[in-house]
């Protein structure tokens, strides 16, 4: 909207002016930044046990003083000269706090003095004070909207996906050949979360090892012994076939290592769709999580495969929470042309989702990245569609441009990643060394989700079934 400050010669004792903020986790994150004090008591807590009070810092409140006094009351010219401060009390996260400005008093010199209120919930007072500003002298109009956008690289989603599967019973992993500390020590901290119930399958010896490098204490840790990673792929496969385990995860070991066991005709764990693995992201500008396939299996798939791997991301956008998830087919360009291959397997997986061949979820294709997220972009192409500028899930046409595209939005656009493979009678979660700790908790937490829809489908199924 658009302000327009108040010179000296038009201010009255008297004026008054307010607004209203409502504290956000985020703020917390950027005034630590901006000012530096980085005291845990005003962030919030990375991980559940160490939970607390968030407080704000008082001078965070303090500022919002000058948000009133720059934006409305004097406005747009205004320059400090003083300000003191009694607080009162606190503010938390999600307090709609109330901001005061009143003129006390004019003095020569362009100087004005305004009494300072904070109030938050119920009215309580959290600071007061006065302030001494330098009125403007001359009258500026401005729009307020003009402030840049900032970014601040937050992972709410994963955060939110992590406490749902901790609601779960925990996942019973297999893990394949955990021998190193990384292979070890991301499965150690998903089940210290509650998140994965581990068994440890490979060679005891170097798994030992690699739990004392990294400091895991295993004792208690269910170990299945196997001399080789061949022999570690098969075993695992063998316990989730017995119902031992419900998920599998990879180790120190190649994927190609653990899938072949995985895929195997007899006693792996083929099921009637293609293999898929979905990256699930948590781009910190976007209200909803991104689901990226295929970037790490399929490396040049068939339109009948593209079929899949559609169909597999959406059922693990379902899985996450999404109620008909919307889906961009991507290429170079939004337009149907024969001599881009890409964009012919789009429009017919388009036309296949609209005929129930693809179920569950919205999709359209061919769309560029650009109008693929981007609703502004997807307007000026003249692009018409549910799916245009809204994409939750994006099909790449390889496997180059998805992984690609998944690791851009990683390391330039700050996002976290996590990621299972999907398809196959149990998923498969795959980390690397490169991943953080909360990629690899979320990794975990989308596996157990994942398994725990899976199954309450299948209960589903057996129970029409029974009544038919």
């Known amino acids: 909207m658009m ?6 010669d038009e201010i009255k004792v008297g004026d008054e002016a307010r607004l209203k903020r409502v504290l956000t986790a985020e703020d917390l994150y950027v005034f630590a930044h901006a000012s530096g004090n980085i005291n845990p008591m005003h962030l919030p807590a990375e991980k559940a046990e160490e939970a607390h009070e968030v407080v704000a810092p008082s001078m965070w409140v303090g500022a919002l003083i000058s948000s009133v006094l720059g934006n409305i009351l004097p406005g747009a010219g205004t320059l400090y000269k003083s300000q003191n401060f009694h607080f009162s009390d606190r503010a938390h996260i999600g307090d709609e706090l109330t901001i005061h ?8 010199d362009n100087l ?8 938050g919930r119920g009215g309580d007072l959290i600071a007061d004070g006065l302030a001494e500003v330098l009125a403007p002298i001359r009258k500026v109009r401005f729009d307020d909207a003009r402030k840049p956008t900032l970014l601040v690289g937050s992972h709410r989603h994963f955060n939110a996906l992590v406490d749902r599967a901790r609601g779960l019973n925990a996942l ?14 991301g499965a150690m901290l998903a089940a210290r979360e509650k998140l994965i119930t581990p068994i440890l399958v490979g060679n005891t010896n170097r798994i030992r090892k690699a739990a004392k490098a990294a400091h895991c204490d295993i004792e208690g840790i269910e170990i299945v012994d196997a001399a080789t990673v061949d022999a570690a792929a098969s075993e695992a496969v063998r316990l989730v076939n017995a119902g031992a385990a419900n998920a599998l995860m990879k180790g120190q070991l190649h994927t190609d290592e653990l899938l072949h ?6 006693g792996g764990l083929r099921s009637l769709r293609r293999l898929s693995h979905v990256f699930v992201m948590d781009v910190p500008s976007l209200d909803h999580l991104l689901f990226i396939s295929d970037a790490a299996i399929n490396i040049a798939p068939t339109l009948e495969e593209k079929v899949d791997i559609t169909q597999n991301a959406i059922d693990l956008a379902l899985a996450l929470g999404m109620k008909q998830p919307r889906v961009g087919v991507l290429s170079a360009v939004e337009t149907v ?3 881009i291959p890409s964009t012919l397997d789009a429009a017919i997986l388009a036309k296949m989702a609209e005929r129930g061949q693809i179920r569950g979820g ?8 650009d109008n693929a997220v981007d609703v502004e972009a997807a307007r000026t192409k003249g692009i018409r569609s549910l799916v245009a500028g809204r994409a939750e899930i994006l099909i790449a046409p390889n496997l180059e441009a998805g992984n690609i595209l998944a690791k851009e939005l990683t390391y330039i656009a700050h996002a976290e990643s996590a990621g299972i493979v999907v398809g196959a009678q149990a998923p498969i979660i795959l980390t690397s060394r490169a991943d953080g700790e909360k990629s690899r908790l979320a990794s975990c937490a989308v596996a157990a989700l994942y398994q725990s829809w899976r199954t309450a489908g299948d209960a589903d199924d057996r129970r029409r079934e029974a009544a038919e």
Do not use: Q, S, W
């Open 3 to 8: 302000r327009e400050n108040k010179t000296y």
């Open 261 to 266: 066991a995985v895929v195997r005709k007899d």
């Open 362 to 369: 919205l999709v359209d294709g061919p769309l560029a990245m």
């Open 172 to 185: 019973r992993v297999a893990v394949v050949a955990p021998e190193a500390e990384h292979a070890l020590a």
């Open 337 to 339: 042309t024969p001599k």
């Open 101 to 108: 400005v009143r003129v006390t008093e004019k003095r020569p």
């Open 112 to 119: 004005v003095v305004l009494a300072t209120r904070v109030t």
